[in-house]
């Protein structure tokens, strides 16, 4: 039935509209691959540039669909409505933050980022998704996925096909995340949603296959990040997807995928120079080469023994069991796993090794790799994590309705934290937002997931059980290890949530609870609501050009370009003024040419725009004394907010002088903060 709209439009109006839709619906089954893709070899999102880009896209897209689809909202159902509402408010509540947290330039980078995730699961879950688009959505992002653990692999084993830049940290696996855990996780993810497509028997022959095939590279691609948080997660969505899946197509499956996957990982177990930081030398190369063939031939194997199988999947399915029967089975398979833990537990003697990992794990010693890489998988030590939750908690007790403010926690850390290490976001999402955000913002947050959750475990029981059991596991198990990591700030690792996910709960055309919005609005609500998403896309578009500016800015600045990093600033402030650090660039510059009182003015510029921070005022202290004037009440403050940072702590040492000449001479010579 057309809606009033659609019946009052002329023809031409509507023959255009039905022309275009499937182009963009292919599109939009494109799009969390696209995003997500961008997203990984864009530091996995982490910086305030991306995210931001990916925000003004979706906000473009969400208005064209505001004001051409007939109904725009026809995939809002129950819990799609709880999980907007409940993410919408919480990226108000992280924008209102910089009111009492004075940090608006920080809280508008974490408005963004929460921002591009509440954009994504309205437009991706407003369309009525059919179950074809959402399989190929699903199979596509796999793929996608499965290419960039490919790209990150080649990296490790055979770097002659392509290495990284000198510049990124690669000692564990960390291309093109730039963080390993995060890219850990990237992979758990894609692990889950190709056994989603390897064990659906209703799915194409090529694709099933080729899923299985790509589990062992996946398999060796997590093991050389030696992250022991993504490993456990994804044992956590593992056991999810065999006991919510829970099909008989799960037996060839298994039997196609597990023994190339065990194999392919016990071949990295036996790595000797692949697994340290000198894989590159030519041991490491050889050792690459051989590796590289073996889990080739394990793909190959995983892929035809998987497609050889079909036929047990057809016999399978013709068994009938009786519900009885069913009960009985599942009764047995639960004693059968008790035993065998049991057993186990005893037979590694369980309890003295729960104690030593819990010990393991409470201890505070600062995060070192070993030389041999494979002994941090057996080491639970918890790499200063717990006395960063035991912060987190505490800031938590003395804000519980505000909490510090977005972004705020580096320099609560460099403030207050106990560690020797630098800390930018605390280890786990939830501890942060309720250190940041306080109870309200953990709560809108933990709502709008829940809601996911929820929409997803109503979809098992459907068709399609498998991938939406392999989906809803993926999600479990990101949410496992955002509880230890900081996930969040990695958006490349949970797009998939807001965008696969939406598609996932999205109300279908005769569903119960589909039509929450029955009738679609009039032509000229749409207009105001199409106006309205491009208001809120205002501030991820500054970020973005803004971010584009400074990044420039510090390159010139970098190569000793003063005349191009001032320019560059200039115009970054002229977009976006609430930022200190093109200040910092400007103020640098001018010292550097000898505009000293221009240079402490834009350092003072950068106190007021981020008063808490130690950088600008440890700038601040630098270009006073380049003024030969007197530093030391600037250094002490940046030494008060940042007691255990090397630059804050060398800024008081250097600065210990009555001499104005010796602030000079030392000012010119010290390390700037901002490169």
């Not at 407003?126 to 960039?148: P, Q």
Request: some cysteine.
């Amino acid at each position: 039935m057309s809606s009033p709209e659609t019946a009052g439009a002329t023809p031409a109006a509507r023959s255009s509209w039905l022309s275009v839709a499937p182009i963009l619906a292919g599109i939009l089954v494109c799009g969390p691959a696209a995003v997500t893709a961008y997203l990984a070899f864009r530091s996995g999102g982490f910086f305030a540039g991306a995210p931001a880009i990916v925000a003004v896209v979706l906000g473009i897209a969400l208005t064209l669909r505001l004001v051409l689809a007939d109904q725009p909202f026809e995939g809002f159902g129950p819990a799609l409505v709880v999980a907007v509402v409940a993410l919408g408010c919480f990226a108000i509540w992280t924008l209102l933050s910089s009111v009492w947290s004075h940090a608006p330039a920080q809280a508008m980078i974490e408005f963004d980022r929460v921002l591009m995730c509440w954009l994504a699961l309205v437009l991706f879950g407003s369309i009525g998704w059919t179950r074809e688009r959402f399989i190929w959505a699903l199979r596509i992002l796999a793929a996608t996925m499965t290419v960039v653990a490919i790209m990150a692999l080649i990296t490790r084993i055979t770097p002659g096909i392509h290495s990284v830049p000198p510049s990124l940290e690669n000692y564990r696996l960390s291309y093109p995340l730039t963080y390993w855990n995060a890219l850990g996780l990237f992979v758990a993810v894609a692990i889950l949603l190709c056994a989603g497509l390897a064990t659906r028997s209703e799915e194409k022959p090529i694709a099933q296959s080729l899923a299985a095939a790509a589990i062992p590279i996946l398999a060796a691609t997590i093991y050389f990040t030696f992250s022991r948080g993504s490993i456990g997660s994804l044992l956590v969505g593992a056991v999810i997807f065999v006991l919510v899946a829970a099909r008989r197509d799960l037996i060839p499956a298994a039997i196609a995928v597990v023994p190339p996957s065990a194999v392919a990982v016990l071949l990295c177990v036996g790595t000797d120079v692949l697994s340290t930081g000198h894989y590159g030398s030519p041991a490491g190369v050889s050792e690459g080469r051989t590796l590289a063939w073996e889990l080739i031939g394990l793909a190959v194997a995983a892929g035809v023994l998987r497609f050889a199988l079909r036929p047990l999947d057809r016999r399978l399915a013709a068994i009938e069991i009786s519900a009885a029967a069913k009960k009985r089975n599942w009764i047995a398979f639960a004693a059968s796993a008790a035993i065998v833990i049991v057993v186990a537990g005893v037979a590694v003697d369980a309890p003295h090794r729960i104690n030593q990992g819990f010990h393991d794990f409470t201890a505070t010693k600062a995060p070192v790799d070993p030389e041999a890489l494979q002994d941090r998988l057996t080491n639970l030590n918890s790499n200063g994590r717990l006395v960063q939750w035991e912060l987190a908690v505490e800031k938590a007790g003395q804000h519980p309705l505000d909490g510090t403010g977005a972004g705020t926690w580096a320099r609560v850390w460099a403030k207050e934290g106990s560690g020797q290490f630098k800390v930018v976001n605390t280890h786990s999402l939830y501890l942060e937002m309720l250190a940041e955000l306080g109870v309200p913002g953990l709560i809108l947050l933990v709502v709008a997931l829940i809601a996911i959750v929820v929409g997803l475990v109503g979809r098992v029981r459907g068709p399609d059980r498998v991938l939406y059991s392999a989906l809803l596991a993926a999600v479990i198990a990101w949410l496992a290890h955002a509880a230890a990591d900081w996930d969040w700030q990695m958006p490349a690792t949970g797009f998939f949530i807001f965008s696969l996910g939406a598609m996932a709960i999205a109300a279908r055309q005769g569903e119960d609870g589909a039509g929450w919005i029955p009738r679609a609005p009039g032509r000229m609500p749409r207009v105001a609501l199409g106006i309205g998403c491009l208001v809120l896309v205002v501030s991820p578009a500054l970020v973005a050009i803004s971010q584009g500016m400074l990044n420039s800015a510090v390159r010139n600045l970098q190569a000793g370009n003063c005349g191009a990093a001032s320019h560059e600033a200039l115009d970054a402030i002229h977009v976006l003024s609430v930022r200190p650090e093109p200040y910092q660039v400007l103020g640098f510059c001018d010292s550097r040419t000898g505009q000293h009182q221009l240079a402490v003015q834009m350092l003072e510029t950068a106190v007021d725009r981020a008063p808490n921070e130690w950088e600008s005022y440890y700038g601040l202290a630098l270009v006073k004394g380049a003024a030969e004037e007197d530093p030391r009440p600037a250094a002490r403050k940046a030494y008060e907010l940042a007691p255990r940072t090397a630059l804050a702590q060398e800024a008081v040492e250097m600065f210990r002088t009555n001499d104005p000449q010796k602030w000079r001479r030392r000012a010119l010579q010290a390390r700037l903060p901002i490169l």
